[in-house]
């Protein structure tokens, strides 16, 4: 009996030892499992800091563009003069006078120009605003041989007047320069 019960013992003790083999095994699986969920975790949590780091830096970050929008004062129609006063161009004399309708608005951050002259032909310049300049550019296709630039320049804003310079370049390397002035037309 003796030999009996310990031949019991001995199984039992090997059953229970194989089954904690076992336990042992699969619970170094789950630990290895949760191991590499808790990385994947972490992975995911810096990449998440990481995101809210840079929206706060856009948020905190100004905007070093400024659009300056163009004065309600300045948009709608005005009566220009122009007088050449320098040419070295065969179509264009010192004193030679012209007189045109331009109109300003804006589209977006681009102001426009249209003006028509004596004829009723029309030109469209664009450009921009800066505060207390505003520079245009006649907007002619590339097969154009003159390129005309106006910048308007005032250095202190008057409610019906601007003066400024228009200044025409062609190809030939002729320029002819003008003085402007605006006068706000009449409603």
Not at 45 to 59: F, G, H
Not at 167 to 182: D, G, I, P, R, S
């Amino acid at each position: 009996m003796r030999i009996l019960s310990l031949i019991c013992i001995i199984l039992i003790s090997m059953l229970t030892s194989c089954s904690d083999s076992e336990k042992e095994k699969q619970l170094q699986e789950r630990e290895n499992s949760l191991i590499a969920k808790e990385k994947d975790f972490a992975a995911k949590e810096s990449e998440y800091q990481n995101l809210l780091a840079m929206r706060d830096s856009i948020i905190k970050e100004t905007d070093s563009v400024v659009i300056n929008t163009l004065p309600a004062d300045i948009l709608g129609k005005w009566n220009g003069k122009m007088i050449c006063t320098e040419s070295n161009c065969a179509e264009h004399a010192i004193g030679d006078q012209r007189n045109d309708i331009w109109e300003f608005s804006e589209n977006g951050k681009t102001v426009l120009a249209k003006v028509t002259d004596r004829s009723g032909n029309l030109k469209v310049y664009s450009g921009n605003y800066s505060g207390s300049e505003l520079n245009l550019n006649s907007n002619e296709d590339s097969t154009a041989t003159r390129k005309t630039e106006i910048n308007l320049i005032w250095n202190k804003l008057q409610i019906n007047n601007l003066k400024g310079t228009r200044k025409v370049t062609a190809n030939n390397n002729c320029v002819a320069k003008f003085t402007l002035e605006l006068e706000k037309a009449k409603k």
